[in-house]
């Protein structure tokens, strides 16, 4: 007598007909209209960078991160130089085109290209940098990189639960927050619980004409202030 096998049918993921592993982001410089990102080069940026961060004279946009600060130069150029020779994180300055001075630091970072995958970080950005017009271009940038050029599924922003100014950042550039993973790791003698934010390619398209409606030149006023916001353009 056959047997009849029943077999279960539970709910599954959405089938991806087609779907191959990315590339790995490449070394070469994306350049915008107010900066450029290009590979971490200490002989051509270090001077640069550690006087720009020294700007912000309380050291304070070192608490988030798990190095820093340096109390001179010799140790910030040894790290520095030790960051250069990784490809995860892969390091890139941002370049300030008006001045071509160094005015930050910002990374890619675990990259599973086989899933589509990947996370900007390390994102430090000195005084000279901060609220302009070029850090907002940098952010966009490294995403036109990553969904446009690259084809990646998923966008990924992570940081201490503690530190609004990060959160709020990805909320403005139109992260999604996606929760808190408690106790994730311990740096700096402490323990950090981390947020967790993405962007996957189905909302990149609102996402980026958002970001070049706010770049455009129209967009500001004579003095350089921003007529529409960003979230108002989203």
Partial sequence: MEQTIKRCELPVGESL???EPCELPSHEAMTGHYCRLERLDVDAHAADLYEAFGLNTDQS??????????DSFDPFEYWLDGCKHNNDPLFYTVIDLHTEIAVGLVSYLRMAPEAGVI????????PLLQRTPMATEAMYLMMQRVFDELGY??????CDALNAPSARA???LGFVFEGTF??????????RDTAWFSITDKEWPVIRQALQ???AAENFDSQGQQLHSLAMLR
């Fill in 17 to 19: 007909p087609g779907w």
């Fill in 61 to 70: 946009s070192w608490t988030y991160l798990p190095y820093g600060p340096f």
């Fill in 119 to 126: 996370e900007v970080g390390h994102i430090h950005f000195s």
């Fill in 153 to 158: 599924r998923r966008y990924e922003w992570k």
């Fill in 170 to 172: 990805a909320a403005r």
């Fill in 182 to 191: 408690r106790q994730a790791t311990v740096y700096k003698g402490r323990n």
């Fill in 213 to 215: 409606r706010w770049l």
